[in-house]
Nanobody
Framework: QVQLMESGGGLVQPGGSLRLSCAASGSIFSINRMGWYRQAPGKERELVAS???????NYADSVKGRFTISRDNAKNTAYLQMNSLKPEDTAVYYCNLHEHYQYTDYWGQGTQVTVSS
């Protein structure tokens, strides 16, 4: 089975930075997309950023220029560098791995990101 382990959340002041990590383990289909969704209380879950196994990247408009996603395929680990954080970035961030084979989704446990002064 595939498991995702997230880390890196926390409390930061506006303008601060955090780096999220998501390590996947198990039998992982090579053609896949990893990324983060976030969900704030009372709001719908939204895609923040994603990256495919060949490096194709997608960002939400709200985070372009501030967040950077990357991955290490050898380690099956994705990273989300979040800079210039804003209060509206406050949410639970969920790592996601989407396999093209059978279009299976796997989810991390979620990590809380709070941006507040």
């Amino acid at each position: 089975q595939v498991q995702l382990m997230e880390s890196g959340g926390g409390l930061v002041q506006p303008g601060g930075s955090l780096r999220l990590s998501c390590a996947a383990s198990g039998s992982i289909f090579s053609i896949n997309r990893m990324g983060w969704y976030r969900q704030a209380p009372g709001k719908e879950r939204e895609l923040v950023a994603s990256i495919t196994n060949v490096g194709i990247i997608n960002y939400a408009d709200s985070v372009k220029g501030r967040f950077t996603i990357s991955r290490d395929n050898a380690k099956n680990t994705a990273y989300l560098q979040m800079n210039s954080l804003k209060p509206e970035d406050t949410a639970v961030y969920y790592c996601n791995l989407h396999e093209h084979y059978q279009y299976t989704d796997y989810w991390g446990q979620g990590t809380q990101v709070t941006v507040s002064s």
